[in-house]
């Protein structure tokens, strides 16, 4: 036996032990991992089982788009994304000049995906907004919804009928939007 055969004898073992200690162990049930960036922290639920989620809402700052993360109910569908639009900012992100220009009532907003397009309800008091409110209103729906699920357009309903919705440059759409329709709008 020479002196490689003896060496590889030896060391194929230890190697063999050392590799299985570094295995991850067999869990009885699954374990909800959250995951938080720093300087933000999930709100503490007070006696709640409801695990929540972070999701990346989109608002407006010095007439561009602005990701916040938000930390919404775990829910299916559109709910997450819709939530996290639906809340209020804090007194810090206003002072910072973030705002929503969507209408403020936004409770029961609801939301469907079919296939790659989210359909969402038109919120009430979107028809009251200008013009450019509309645009940025929109933008906000659209980066929020592409950003939290599989949609890659929306289109919004009245009832069960899709409406023209405006893009970046205030042209009316009948189509699903994209990230791209708001080009203008993207966070810097």
């Known amino acids: 036996m020479n002196q490689r055969s003896l060496v590889a004898l030896v060391l194929l073992p ?4 050392a590799l299985a200690g570094c295995s991850v162990p067999v869990q009885a049930s699954p374990v ?9 922290s999930p709100p503490s639920p007070a006696g709640s089982p409801q695990p929540s989620v972070r999701v990346q809402a ?3 700052q010095d007439g561009h788009l602005v990701a916040l993360d938000r930390f919404v109910p775990a829910a299916d569908g559109l709910a997450p994304s819709l939530s996290a639009l639906a809340q209020p900012l804090t007194p810090a992100q206003s002072a910072a000049g973030v705002r929503s220009a969507l209408p403020t009532r936004l409770q ?4 469907r995906l ?8 038109v919120p009430t008091g979107f028809d009251r907004l200008s013009v450019p409110e509309q645009v940025l209103a929109v933008a906000q729906v659209v980066f929020t919804v592409t950003a939290n699920s599989y949609a890659s357009g929306v289109e919004l309903l009245l009832g069960d009928r899709v409406v023209a919705m405006p893009d970046e440059d205030g042209q009316l759409v ?9 080009a203008r709008l993207s966070p810097p």
């Open 14 to 17: 230890l190697l063999g032990s």
């Open 32 to 40: 909800v991992v959250r995951s938080v960036r720093p300087g933000s």
């Open 58 to 60: 989109y608002f407006v």
């Open 108 to 111: 029961g907003w609801t939301g």
């Open 114 to 121: 079919r296939d790659t397009v989210a359909q969402v309800a």
């Open 174 to 182: 009948t189509g699903p939007l994209m990230r791209a329709d708001f």
